[in-house]
């Protein structure tokens, strides 16, 4: 049982013996393309603590990469997955169907900032939620040509790798992908593509994709345009506030289905139930996943009923697309988001992120970026802040060194020079404010070298 309420290093060395021993034997039987972020062997999580094989205890600000919202092991959700597995694990929602696949379904269709009447469906991972999203766009609009941003992530599957940027190593030699997939630059107003500065730049990347529709696609080749409101892989780019409104717009204005993919910034992460709501948009279809199975692998795809009820039945869904105990799950993740306000927790977790990192970024200037929303808050480290050249080295070292220290921080951006924050919304203020004092000191070493 994990009995600290915060990190403690107790091997004499991180990893330690048991973690060691175990990355070898990963090494004889995983294949390598499955990354690890820092040799860390679990034995056991509560909260926002992980205790590793050797009895080493971390703060874990990457909650297996913003799944744990709710935090580790949380008695009612563990109770309610224990009380349905008593039931039934499986029966395939497409031979016996059950009440959880439906009263999830409710659920989704009451919180999604979509308008009108809505449908849902249940899939397994994000980027199946993606992969489901872009076939109903085409069917229901008749139309092909998907557009995504760049610096986007949407999964690794073939649309959805097709859609994510980043090539080496998502996409490097997998061809070929996707076809009647286009790119346009994102909002990312640090390095902004058309060297401009907001508002003074009149929203120059929303123009570009209203431009693009005339230079080099009619509208009627476009099914759909794809956007995570806050790019989670990508580095946490915030676009300004009138940004995904304007998209929304261009895409009402020429008959293109706007999907809105919420599977990283989705269920409080960003001090809102949705990061759509912090935007005013209104998506014809958004993607969920991650937090909502809260542990337990489930993705919803939920848009609006005309669009939803477009493909004929057998046309979507998979064997284990809606289990059971992971809809259950889901239903009990709404509950503890609701009743312990974990969105306010998200904002209160945010805060202090954001004090800590400001600071940070006055007295260190390899920090050339603090960004974020709510609790989905990351760093961008630059060589110099007038270039702006990545300074990814750092970042590594800067991870590998408050990992010794038992903090877990995790990179993002397609240059692999941010540090991201996806705390579990229940860390505690000593917690939090633990974790920036490790990355302090890590950024004051790292910078020295
Ligand atoms: N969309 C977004 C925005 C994501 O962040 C991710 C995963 N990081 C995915 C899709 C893919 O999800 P999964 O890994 O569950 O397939």
Do not use: W
């Not at 090494?27 to 590793?52: C, H, M, P, W």
């Not at 989705?266 to 542990?295: C, N």
């Not at 998200?346 to 920090?367: N, S, T, V, Y």
Request: net charge neutral; hydrophobic share 40%; proline share 5%.
């Amino acid at each position: 049982m994990i009995t600290e309420n915060n990190a403690k290093i107790v091997s004499n060395t991180v990893p330690g013996p048991k973690a060691k021993e175990l990355l070898e034997r990963r090494t004889q039987a995983v294949a390598r393309g499955i990354s690890y972020n820092a040799v860390l062997f679990v034995q056991e999580a509560k909260g926002a603590l992980i205790k590793d094989v050797d009895d080493n205890v971390f703060v874990d600000f990457a909650a297996g990469i913003g799944v744990q919202n709710i935090g580790y092991s949380n008695e009612d959700y563990i109770n309610s997955v224990i009380e349905q597995v008593k039931k039934f694990t499986h029966t395939s929602i497409n031979i016996a169907m059950y009440e959880p696949y439906v009263a999830l379904a409710e659920l989704l269709i009451g919180i999604a900032p979509i308008n009108g009447e809505k449908r849902v469906m249940f899939a397994n991972s994000g980027a199946e939620a993606v992969e489901n999203a872009i076939k109903i766009a085409r069917q229901y609009t008749k139309k092909q040509g998907i557009v995504s941003l760049e610096c986007a992530f949407h999964g690794r599957t073939y649309a959805a790798m097709t859609l994510t940027s980043k090539v080496k190593p998502y996409k490097f030699e997998f061809g070929p992908l996707l076809s009647e997939c286009y790119k346009i630059p994102s909002a990312y107003c640090y390095r902004c593509p058309y060297k401009s500065k907001y508002p003074g730049c009149g929203l120059a990347c929303a123009e570009r994709f209203e431009t693009m529709l005339k230079g080099e696609l009619a509208p009627e080749m476009i099914a759909a345009f794809i956007a995570e409101p806050i790019q989670g892989e990508g580095g946490f780019i915030v676009p300004p506030k009138e940004y995904l409104a304007a998209m929304e717009a261009i895409c009402k204005k020429n008959g293109i289905v706007f999907i809105v993919d919420e599977v990283q910034s989705g269920f409080a992460r960003t001090g809102k139930l949705f990061a759509s709501e912090h935007f005013d948009i209104h998506p014809d279809i958004m993607t969920m996943a991650k937090a909502l199975g809260g542990g337990l692998p489930i993705s919803a795809v939920v848009g609006s009923k005309e669009i939803m009820d477009s493909p004929g039945p057998g046309q979507i869904g998979g064997t284990f697309c809606g289990n059971p105990v992971a809809c259950n799950a889901g239903m009990q993740v709404l509950k503890l988001i609701e009743e312990n306000r974990l969105d306010l927790k998200a904002q209160h977790i945010g805060e202090i992120l954001k004090r800590r990192l400001g600071q940070m970024q006055d007295q260190f200037p390899c920090i050339g970026d603090v960004r974020g929303l709510g609790a989905m808050v990351a760093v961008e480290f630059v060589k110099d802040r007038e270039t702006k050249e990545p300074y990814a080295d750092i970042t590594k070292k800067i991870i590998a060194y408050a990992f010794e220290r038992g903090v877990i921080l995790m990179n993002a951006g397609i240059f692999s020079n941010v540090i991201r924050f996806l705390p579990p919304l229940v860390m505690t203020d000593e917690q939090v404010n633990y974790g920036m004092d490790v990355l302090q000191e890590a950024i004051a070493a790292c910078c020295k070298e």
